[in-house]
């Protein structure tokens, strides 16, 4: 089978869970046999950017931001598209606030949605036309609902199936005025019936979306988010120092503040006074001003030499942040569909402290990994680590459960199996 998943890429300047789950579904269906094409939408892909490939990356962030706010964009040559997505000018693109959050972007979100209706109608065309003649694939599978303006082109082009994943669209959707935000729930719903099947990666956000766009029961299915444990060496939690650490986007609503807040809280007891916070995962220009903030204040409470900031987060980076953590947390300050941070921190032999919210207690209870606490507040999150990160035995129980817990309920490549077996009942 040939399947094209479409994705919208991060450019690489911040850890993008989506983009590196599409990524690792993608390499799982080719160890399986299947034949899988990733197409980038707007920016390179998270992992993928520092090395555009011969697949053009499509609806290009620059171009289409420029036709959408200024019409004489729309008339302009060719050769002004093919610079405004030049690898460059992409790249410097990743770093500008407007291309990672809803605000500003409400009228582009509601165009994509209308898709051959909308202002990206030859963009559309364009990336139809590449599947139809180049990519040809037996199903194409959209990365998140956003995409749904593009199901029904190409449906109408191509007569073949369409999956959509489901994860974290109302992150993107409820920070929207009122009329825009009912507006793209409106098109979303109205958009998805079109598709063939929506994947939801947990429990909780198939019974979130069930409400949201009143999808039908016998189209949604749930496959969680999974990893290949063989990845991830396991260095024991007792060989580590008691070392907290944090890795998603560093901004205010991955609960960046609370942290901070927490880890000061935490300091104040004697106690804890070999305990370090190591913190990473990207940002974008948006996020400048907040952190700084952030190191202000940890400054003021005399804590510099015990948080640090790594700049690197990729691979290799990455395995070595894991290799010094004993404990992991990211307070997303709502919760959040998924988190694959935390099967990568499991998957690397350390436990999860996480907020009460979203899916990560589903995560927890599966895996047997991890902790949650309630509310999400600085004080309470500081009370649920005073619980555990000294606490050699305790530590070592949460890393083999969870590790356990990984490769029994979300191994890649039976979650990948469950996926094929999605792919072939819509195609059938």
Request: net charge negative.
């Amino acid at each position: 089978m040939k399947i094209a998943h479409i994705i919208p890429g991060s450019g690489g300047s911040f850890y993008c869970g989506n983009c590196l789950r599409d990524s690792k579904y993608m390499k799982a269906l080719q160890d399986l046999g299947q034949e899988v094409i990733k197409v980038p939408l707007y920016l390179p892909l998270f992992e993928d950017a520092h090395d555009l490939n011969d697949i053009p990356v499509f609806y290009g962030a620059v171009d289409i931001y420029l036709k959408q706010r200024f019409p004489i964009f729309r008339h302009m040559p060719t050769f002004v598209d093919k610079m405004l997505n030049s690898k460059s000018v992409l790249h410097l693109a990743a770093q500008n606030a407007g291309s990672t959050r809803a605000k500003g972007l409400e009228e582009m979100t509601v165009s994509m949605l209308l898709g051959e209706e909308g202002l990206q109608k030859e963009e559309l065309e364009r990336l139809v036309e590449w599947l139809r003649d180049d990519a040809k694939p037996d199903v194409v599978h959209l990365s998140n609902a956003l995409l749904l303006g593009l199901a029904r082109r190409i449906k109408q082009e191509m007569n073949i199936p369409v999956v959509c994943s489901l994860q974290d669209e109302d992150v993107w959707v409820d920070v929207m005025s009122d009329k825009h935000r009912e507006e793209v729930w409106q098109l979303m719903e109205e958009r998805g019936r079109e598709v063939d099947a929506f994947v939801a990666v947990s429990h909780f956000y198939a019974k979130e979306m069930l409400t949201r766009m009143h999808i039908r029961r016998d189209q949604l299915f749930i496959n969680h988010i999974g990893v290949d444990a063989a990845d991830y060496p396991v260095k024991p939690v007792e060989q580590k120092e008691p070392v907290i650490g944090f890795i998603s986007r560093m901004c205010e609503e991955n609960g960046l503040g609370i942290l901070v807040d927490a880890f000061i809280y935490l300091k104040e007891d004697e106690v804890y006074q070999s305990v370090k916070l190591k913190i990473t995962g990207g940002r974008t220009n948006d996020d400048t001003h907040f952190i700084k903030e952030q190191k202000k204040r940890i400054a003021k409470a005399g804590l510099e030499d015990d948080v640090f900031w790594v700049e690197e987060f990729e691979n290799p980076s990455r395995q070595k942040f894991f290799d010094t953590v004993a404990l992991l947390t990211v307070p997303v300050l709502n919760g959040e569909a998924f988190g694959l941070y935390q099967l990568e921190a499991l998957a690397s032999g350390i436990p999860l402290v996480q907020p009460k919210l979203g899916a990560f207690p589903e995560v927890a209870e599966i895996s047997g990994g991890g902790l949650t606490y309630h509310p999400n507040s600085a004080k309470k999150l500081a009370k649920a680590w005073k619980s555990i990160i000294l606490d050699q035995q305790e530590l070592t129980k949460l890393s083999q459960k969870g590790l356990e817990g990984v490769k029994a309920h979300f191994d890649i490549h039976k979650q990948s199996e469950r996926l094929v077996e999605i792919y072939k009942k819509v195609v059938k």
